[in-house]
């Protein structure tokens, strides 16, 4: 058992992610929490997943706490109570709460005021809600849940216009550490030699959950039309998630379930990074992006929809192709991409670096951050 941690010795932070799928708000998460001096700051993490993930036993043996929840609409009642009694017992020793979530913070923020953590953070990562079961409610539950935070963040502009538009919120820098994904030969040829594709072959590849933002129906078809120009082309699909059934069904029905490689939820998709040849991201929105970082410090050539935030856009490796734009044009344009082949990833990274996008040389703001945003 975790010894308590007092406040006045450890200053913690309560981190409200409530799915943890190991997405873009984890990955940020992930590289922040190991790049912590945990000698001044600890994250704690909140999460409704009752899975055992291999991340939340890093956290605990750095000193952090995971409290797995539940799904909160499974039973509000227990839910509630086992939120209670976690604050009734550890609230003393955060500074702050840090939510992740807008549309399904507003319990956790009622308890974090009642039991009086005096910061309570609201963080957007997405400036859309297509697709989403709660967008019809999702205006007026983001009202209400406003008002109970105290301080406002997102990773984008269009983020925070999405539910803070009449709020003063800033625009917070989604970061990694950026020297992890340098290019690696190693790694390339062993992801290769694992999926028993030839060195020379050309592959796409993708990270992301199997969710209807990613696009990932039309992100097979595009593969198949550029299969028919490359019969050597494969693609790596990276992520797990509602529609992984639906999509590998698809790659079966036209003909490419030997050229699809759906490789699961992945702790460290570096080495994937390495292994593949063009990055895609046909997305029908995005709230930043890190997927887009992680591939631009790999010194990938990324082919994305125009939706893309421009905060995400540090190299010259991304370029951006109309959302109406059919299959064939997009086929086209990896192709292209593929034979101007890799950029020189350390140049990549000093460049994301320059702009501030990388978490190891934002920890001494961390701290100052949550003392005051």
Same mark, same amino acid.
């Given at each position: 058992?975790?010894?308590?941690?007092?406040?006045?010795e450890?200053p913690?932070?309560?981190?409200?992610?409530?799915g943890?799928?190991?997405?873009?708000?984890?990955?940020?998460?992930?590289?922040?929490?190991?790049?912590?001096?945990?000698?001044k700051?600890q994250f704690?993490?909140? @999460?409704?997943?009752l899975?055992?993930?291999?991340?939340?036993?890093?956290?605990?043996?750095?000193?952090?706490?995971?409290?797995?929840?539940?799904?909160?609409?499974?039973?509000?009642?227990?839910?509630?109570? /086992?939120? =209670?009694?976690i604050?009734?017992?550890?609230?003393?020793?955060? !500074?702050?709460?840090?939510?992740?979530t807008?549309?399904?913070?507003?319990p @956790?923020?009622w308890a974090?005021?009642?039991?009086n !953590?005096?910061?309570?953070i #609201?963080?957007?990562?997405?400036?859309?809600?297509?697709?989403?079961r709660?967008?019809?409610?999702?205006?007026?539950?983001?009202?209400?849940?406003t008002? %109970?935070a105290?301080?406002?963040?997102? +990773?984008?502009?269009?983020?925070?216009? #999405?539910?803070f538009?009449?709020?003063?919120?800033?625009v917070f820098?989604?970061?990694?550490?950026t020297q992890?994904?340098l290019f690696?030969?190693t790694?390339?040829?062993e992801?290769?030699?694992?999926?028993?594709?030839?060195?020379?072959?050309?592959?796409v590849?993708?990270?992301?959950?199997?969710?209807?933002e990613? =696009?990932? &129906?039309?992100l097979?078809?595009?593969?198949a039309?550029?299969?028919?120009m490359?019969?050597?082309?494969?693609?790596?699909?990276?992520?797990?998630?509602?529609?992984?059934?639906?999509i590998q069904?698809?790659?079966?029905?036209?003909?490419?379930?030997?050229?699809?490689?759906?490789?699961g939820l992945?702790?460290?998709?570096?080495p994937?990074?390495?292994a593949?040849?063009?990055f895609?991201?046909?997305s029908?929105?995005?709230?930043? +992006?890190?997927?887009?970082?992680?591939?631009?410090?790999?010194? %990938?050539?990324?082919?994305?929809?125009?939706?893309?935030?421009? &905060?995400? /856009?540090l190299?010259?490796?991304?370029?951006? +192709?109309n959302?109406?734009? =059919?299959?064939?044009?997009?086929?086209?344009?990896? %192709? /292209?991409?593929? &034979?101007?082949?890799?950029?020189?990833?350390?140049i990549?990274?000093?460049q994301?670096?320059?702009?501030?996008?990388d978490?190891?040389?934002?920890?001494n703001n961390?701290?100052a951050?949550?003392?005051?945003?």
């Amino acid at each position: 058992m975790n010894k308590k941690i007092n406040y006045s010795e450890t200053p913690r932070v309560l981190h409200l992610v409530p799915g943890f799928q190991f997405g873009g708000i984890e990955s940020l998460l992930m590289s922040m929490y190991r790049g912590l001096d945990k000698q001044k700051i600890q994250f704690d993490f909140m @999460v409704d997943t009752l899975d055992t993930l291999p991340e939340f036993d890093e956290i605990r043996k750095a000193g952090g706490r995971v409290f797995q929840m539940g799904r909160y609409l499974d039973s509000p009642i227990n839910y509630q109570r /086992k939120l =209670n009694k976690i604050l009734r017992e550890h609230s003393q020793d955060y !500074i702050a709460l840090h939510s992740h979530t807008v549309i399904r913070a507003l319990p @956790v923020l009622w308890a974090a005021k009642r039991y009086n !953590i005096h910061q309570r953070i #609201l963080h957007s990562h997405t400036d859309n809600l297509d697709g989403s079961r709660s967008a019809p409610i999702a205006p007026f539950i983001a009202k209400i849940t406003t008002l %109970l935070a105290t301080d406002y963040l997102a +990773c984008s502009k269009k983020a925070g216009q #999405l539910f803070f538009k009449d709020k003063n919120y800033k625009v917070f820098s989604n970061a990694i550490r950026t020297q992890h994904f340098l290019f690696n030969e190693t790694d390339r040829e062993e992801i290769r030699k694992h999926l028993g594709v030839d060195t020379d072959a050309l592959i796409v590849g993708h990270t992301g959950r199997f969710t209807y933002e990613k =696009n990932h &129906e039309f992100l097979i078809e595009v593969f198949a039309n550029l299969h028919e120009m490359r019969s050597d082309a494969r693609l790596i699909l990276v992520g797990s998630g509602p529609l992984e059934s639906d999509i590998q069904a698809l790659a079966t029905k036209l003909g490419l379930n030997e050229v699809v490689f759906f490789v699961g939820l992945q702790s460290d998709v570096a080495p994937y990074l390495s292994a593949m040849d063009v990055f895609f991201l046909p997305s029908y929105f995005e709230g930043f +992006c890190i997927s887009l970082l992680e591939a631009q410090a790999n010194g %990938l050539p990324s082919l994305a929809s125009n939706v893309i935030p421009e &905060e995400v /856009k540090l190299t010259s490796s991304i370029v951006t +192709c109309n959302s109406s734009a =059919n299959a064939r044009v997009y086929a086209t344009s990896l %192709l /292209k991409l593929y &034979e101007q082949g890799r950029a020189d990833s350390s140049i990549n990274i000093s460049q994301i670096q320059q702009a501030g996008y990388d978490s190891d040389l934002q920890q001494n703001n961390i701290l100052a951050m949550y003392k005051k945003i």
